[in-house]
């Protein structure tokens, strides 16, 4: 009875090849399961003792396959050890083509999630206060790029023409884009500035007449809150075409500043001014002075320029030393009866 079930002829394999399709199916099974259960555990405590963190993320992936496809890989094997009929073997070629691309894809995506996690965790390392959600955007965006290539190879593959397909997708796309211009251009405006980084949140910026504190730096536009305390919303492709002055990166600010002093004033008070005004700035906490200067004979007055650099970014500062500045030098004037100088005009009266 055994020969006979042995040697009986079914489609083409004996039942000596089924028997072997069936041992091959069930010791693949039990080794698949061996693998998940013991192998792959030990394997993810190993990784989680290592200094890097991307074996973890392949340990993940890995873990990530459920058992239906372990049970295909083994039902495959097993029948790729019997002679099948012309269709079978062609839906288990096309069956293992789109679980091998499906899975494929997959594990592009796990490793466009482990780069993206990788540079928002560094850059929030730098700045904790830094908005990520360019990248998180990009990374969206490069998924369903490769998912749209992947389904095009797979369908290529399965013998489906995709040059026509293709063609209307550019055509497609063509069409969108030029619905979506102004859209698109803010949208990749924002990579430019989150990748170049002119600015980040929290920098003080003029662009034009217009200045603010950015407070969020978003797809289509940028947001700022400006002196007055409103919002200022500018879109993102207008701040990457216009010049952006970025005091936060300032370390030192220029300060140039003009007063007058009357035309009756004798030559040694001038020469005294600037005695003064270097005395001055020696009693002056974060300012340097550059330079003072008689710089000319103006219409009603004697024009001297100051230049002084202020050890401070903040605007705030800048006013408080220039303000200090200003009543040190009305104070020494009145001292030493300088007078500053104010517009006069002399009037003519005809008798």
Do not use: C
């Not at 028997?19 to 399961?33: C, K, P, T, V």
């Not at 850059?123 to 955007?137: G, H």
Request: aromatic share 12%.
């Amino acid at each position: 009875m055994a020969e006979q079930i042995l040697s009986l002829d079914i489609g083409g394999n004996s039942g000596l090849d089924y028997l072997l399709a069936i041992g091959i199916f069930i010791i693949l099974s039990l080794l698949f399961r061996i693998f998940k259960s013991y192998i792959l555990r030990a394997i993810s405590a190993v990784s989680s003792k290592t200094k890097t963190d991307l074996d973890d993320a392949v340990v993940a992936f890995i873990s990530s396959l459920s058992w239906p496809f372990y049970t295909f890989i083994a039902l495959f094997a097993a029948a790729r050890s019997l002679a099948l009929p012309p269709a079978a073997d062609r839906a288990f070629s096309y069956a293992l083509l789109i679980i091998g691309v499906y899975y494929g894809t997959k594990a592009l995506q796990r490793g466009i999630d482990y780069i993206t996690h990788k540079q928002i965790q560094r850059r929030l390392e730098d700045d904790k206060n830094e908005d990520t959600s360019a990248i998180t955007v990009l990374s969206g965006i490069i998924k369903v790029i490769v998912w749209v290539i992947a389904g095009l190879l797979l369908l290529s593959n399965l013998g489906v023409n995709i040059t026509s397909l293709v063609a209307g997708l550019g055509i497609g796309g063509i069409a969108i884009a030029f619905a979506l211009q102004n859209v698109l251009e803010d949208l990749f405006s924002s990579f430019t500035i989150y990748f170049d980084k002119p600015f980040k949140k929290g920098d003080f910026i003029v662009v034009g007449q217009d200045s603010g504190t950015v407070q969020n730096i978003g797809i289509k536009s940028t947001r700022l809150t400006t002196l007055q305390g409103d919002e200022l919303v500018i879109s993102n492709r207008e701040l990457t075409s216009a010049r952006v002055h970025n005091y936060k990166r300032m370390q030192r600010r220029r300060v140039t500043f003009s007063f007058g002093v009357e035309y009756a004033t004798s030559v040694e008070k001038l020469q005294l001014i600037n005695r003064i005004i270097a005395e001055i700035f020696k009693k002056t906490k974060h300012a340097d002075l550059d330079r003072v200067h008689f710089k000319e004979f103006g219409s009603f007055n004697l024009n001297y320029e100051v230049v002084y650099y202020l050890n401070s970014r903040e605007y705030e500062v800048y006013m408080d030393v220039q303000q200090q500045i200003n009543l040190a030098i009305k104070e020494q004037f009145a001292r030493h009866r300088i007078e500053m100088a104010f517009p006069t005009q002399t009037v003519h009266v005809k008798k």
